[in-house]
């Protein structure tokens, strides 16, 4: 096939998905973290929710993760904490508050793999999110 206006128009629509896919899952993800989250940490992850009045140990400033991990902002350990796989109390383990959100139990759909796939990356939208947070 040689190279007209409709392989140009092609490139050109795949690089406009290519490019905002990085905008979008921050927007997933900030609104996976208003939606899951933001009670207890805040709308602003400052730890400032509005449960933060009535809990006994308080939800931590979110953004903060990197400044109190020597600069680096720790991702594995963002993410496991999501996913449940570290136990946080506050987070209602051992049985995970979100494991229908960010687990894989969420396999209803006919592809085995669709809901386990589509939950990590949730868990990975929020973490992302997170990350862009910190100060
Ligand atoms: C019911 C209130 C509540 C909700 C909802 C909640 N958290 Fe937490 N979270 C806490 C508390 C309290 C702690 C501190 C627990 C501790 O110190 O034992 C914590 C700890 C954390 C930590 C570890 C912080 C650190 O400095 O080590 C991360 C990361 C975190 N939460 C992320 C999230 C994310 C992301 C969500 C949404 C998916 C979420 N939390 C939802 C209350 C909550």
Do not use: W
């Not at 190279?3 to 899952?25: E, I, M, R, T, Y």
């Amino acid at each position: 096939m040689r190279n007209g206006p409709l392989s140009l128009c092609l490139a050109a629509a795949a690089l406009a998905v290519a490019l905002p896919a990085a905008a979008q899952d921050e927007t997933i993800g900030k609104q996976l973290f208003e939606t899951h989250c933001a009670v207890c940490h805040g709308v602003s992850a400052r730890g400032d929710g509005d449960m933060s009045g009535i809990m006994t140990i308080p939800a931590p400033d979110l953004t903060l993760l990197a400044h109190n991990n020597h600069g680096d902002f720790p991702m594995l350990k963002v993410v496991h904490i999501i996913d449940g796989r570290t136990g946080i109390r506050a987070h209602g383990n051992p049985m995970p508050l979100f494991a229908e959100t960010f687990g894989a139990a969420d396999v209803s759909g006919m592809d085995p793999y669709g809901g386990v796939i589509a939950a990590r990356g949730r868990v990975m939208s929020v973490a992302l999110y997170l990350e862009t947070l910190q100060r």
